[in-house]
């Protein structure tokens, strides 16, 4: 069992190599109530064998309180702290609806667009519910134009096979062999290739790499000077969090690094808490990439890509609606906008409270190498835990 680390972390002055959020005054009663969430925090990753993870509670460009839990990297004893490095996944998907956004607000394309105006390799795939030209940008961000869910439909069990494709050509080949599997945008159903259909779009438009195009008009403006994709830069190694999976009762080292491949758009985000941070006090409306002289997007862009589109079903669902790349959750009477990562041993999840200008924030290096009922660690249960005890103690006292 791993020893837990400080129990409950209220926003003090620390030596940190990537810088943390602002301390901010707290409501009375915080500091109890975040003591209960924090007790059931470490309690609940030691019960469920994660090796190691971190929770953060924000408001706008504050840390109000932060855990740190076990350890980055099991083998060399090195623990968690602010600086920690963590895999976000899918969480990146929200960056790259940004990133259509500000190409939509600049006049060079539509929401309504057809996706094979710009990639027009996906007219090779098999929809029998019409033409290709019917599948919309809108439809790919709210995971409602009938893709499947996995980049590889097959596969991906041999030690030899790739852990994503590493080359546009492969995906391209997998097209004439990809089928429309329900009218587009009359469900929902999630599709990690929708998301990278996206990226090509944001490459095409641009001209530059996703990863380049990212780093210029979100990472740079937000100050987000430790994040990157895929390989981790010999300067941020020391940070890098290991990743593990648990297999019938072992723990499994997966190594600090993985190449997302082709799907970089889809997963590929890597950066610590405080750089994520940042982000989420731009969405929160706080700090220079939300109220400086160009803004990273416009309030308006960004609080339309969280009207809620259609109901999101289904267990791995993070949240009730799926919107423009966030998803709506509704715990009792508050309404959370978020996204969740899985990718790896890696998870992550976020949620904001828009209309307290809140967040919290969570990521761990653990995760079951085949999920299900009854299978440890249960990441989706600890997540759900977190949630009701904010939403019943914490949150209320953030009400204006």
Do not use: C
């Not at 009477?333 to 990718?343: V, Y």
């Amino acid at each position: 069992m791993l020893r837990l680390l400080s129990g409950l972390v209220l926003a003090a002055a620390m030596p940190l190599r990537a810088q943390a959020p602002a301390r901010s005054p707290t409501p009375p009663g915080f500091p109890a109530a975040w003591r209960g969430v924090a007790e059931y925090f470490h309690a609940a990753l030691a019960r469920e064998g994660v090796v190691g993870g971190s929770l953060w509670f924000l408001q706008g460009d504050s840390a109000l309180a932060h855990e740190f839990h076990g350890m980055a990297d099991a083998e060399t004893g090195r623990k968690v702290d602010a600086s920690t490095i963590f895999h976000w996944a899918s969480i990146t998907k929200t960056l790259t609806g940004i990133a259509i956004m500000q190409l939509r607000d600049r006049g060079r394309l539509s929401l309504d667009d057809p996706i094979v105006k710009y990639v027009p390799e996906l007219t090779a795939v098999h929809n029998p519910y019409g033409p290709m030209e019917a599948i919309t940008l809108r439809q790919l961000m709210s995971h409602t134009a009938g893709f499947r869910s996995p980049t590889w439909p097959w596969g991906g069990d041999q030690p030899w096979h790739p852990f994503e494709p590493t080359q546009w050509a492969q995906v391209v080949a997998m097209l004439p062999y990809t089928e429309i599997l329900f009218p587009p945008g009359s469900k929902y159903s999630y599709s990690n290739p929708g998301i990278i259909f996206l990226g090509r779009v944001i490459e095409k438009l641009s001209g530059d790499d996703y990863e380049v195009y990212i780093d210029k008009n979100i990472l740079k403006p937000l100050g987000m000077a430790h994040a990157y994709y895929d390989i981790t830069p010999y300067h941020l190694l020391a940070d890098r969090s290991n990743n593990y999976e648990m297999k019938d009762g072992q723990v499994i080292n997966n190594g600090l690094d993985f190449d997302t491949g082709i799907t970089t758009s889809n997963g590929g985000l890597n950066a610590p808490i405080t750089d994520m941070a940042k982000y989420f006090a731009f969405l929160l409306g706080k700090g220079p990439g939300a109220t400086g002289r160009v803004p990273v997007l416009a309030r308006a862009s960004l609080e339309e890509m969280w009207h809620a589109v259609i109901t999101a079903g289904g267990e791995e669902a993070p949240g009730d609606s799926v919107a423009l790349s966030f998803f709506v959750k509704h715990e009792g009477s508050l309404r959370l906008i978020g996204h969740t990562g899985s990718q790896r041993g890696f998870r992550a999840f976020f949620y904001l409270h828009p209309e307290s200008g809140t967040a919290v924030v969570a990521a761990f290096n653990t995760a079951a190498a085949n999920e299900g009922p009854g299978v440890h660690p249960d990441i989706a249960a600890l997540r759900a835990g977190i949630l009701e005890r904010l939403a019943r103690t914490v949150w209320p006292l953030f009400s204006r």
